[in-house]
């Protein structure tokens, strides 16, 4: 299994650009999330989905949109770059047995916004 | 609402023992505790359950006390593997987590 794989591993953007982040996982887990880490910062949450076609705001959605059409996809869309969107995102998949889970993480995408 | 965590850092020595604690000021279904080394993912520790269920690392312990929503997460005899930044994560019934801030821990030779 990769387990959670995200792509691409560092991005550029201008303000203003669009982008679309993406995020798979090869466990068929049904729950996945969306994360950012700001520099010396916990994580926060954006979205997240507990199935296909069904997704959720997080803490901080603004900006951002997702859609799960599939199981193993969740990409991550920014709609129109700012800096403040400078971050390292990273998703992350569950199965869980009742509210018993364990989240596995992908690698992370930074995302520099100039 | 984030997590509460304290200490903000900590520095020990090889062997010695810490606490890192954690409080929500939301009822929690589960706590989740990760550590992160830098630059990597966070990497799964723990899950403590309401009722009392735990599951996670062998060498590492921790506690969830309902009625106050705080965690404790308890490094024993710590080693050098175990420097890294402590994340704790409430899931209020999403079955998605929200973290605190981390607790960077430093061990020393």
């Known amino acids: 299994n990769a387990g959670v794989t995200q792509t691409p591993k560092f991005q550029v953007l201008k303000t203003g650009q669009s982008m679309t982040l993406q995020c798979a996982q090869d466990m068929n887990h049904e729950y996945m999330s969306w994360y950012r880490q700001d520099p010396g910062m916990g994580l926060r949450l954006i979205h997240y989905s507990v199935g296909a076609g069904i997704t959720d705001q997080g803490e901080v959605p603004n900006g951002y949109n997702v859609s799960r059409s599939t199981t193993e996809d969740f990409p991550l869309r920014l709609l129109s770059a700012a800096p403040s969107q400078t971050s390292v995102y990273f998703c992350?998949?569950?199965?869980?047995?009742?509210?018993?889970?364990?989240?596995?993480f992908g690698p992370g995408t930074r995302l520099t916004v100039t | 609402q984030q997590p509460v965590q304290s200490p903000q850092a900590v520095i020990l020595r090889e062997g010695e023992d810490a606490v890192i604690n954690c409080s929500s000021s939301?009822?929690?279904?589960?706590v989740h505790w990760y550590r992160q080394k830098h630059g990597e993912a966070p990497v799964f520790l723990m899950i403590?359950?309401?009722?009392?269920e735990q599951k996670g690392h062998e060498k590492i312990s921790a506690s969830f006390n309902e009625k106050k929503q705080q965690s404790s997460l308890y490094l024993t005899a710590s080693q050098l593997s175990y420097s890294g930044t402590y994340f704790c994560?409430?899931?209020?019934?999403?079955?998605?987590?929200?973290f605190g801030s981390g607790t960077r821990l430093q061990v020393q030779p």
């Open positions: 992350a998949s569950s199965y869980a047995t009742g509210y018993s889970y364990e989240q596995y």
């Open positions: 939301k009822a929690l279904y589960s």
């Open positions: 994560g409430g899931d209020t019934g999403r079955r998605a987590l929200t």
């Open positions: 403590l359950l309401k009722g009392g």
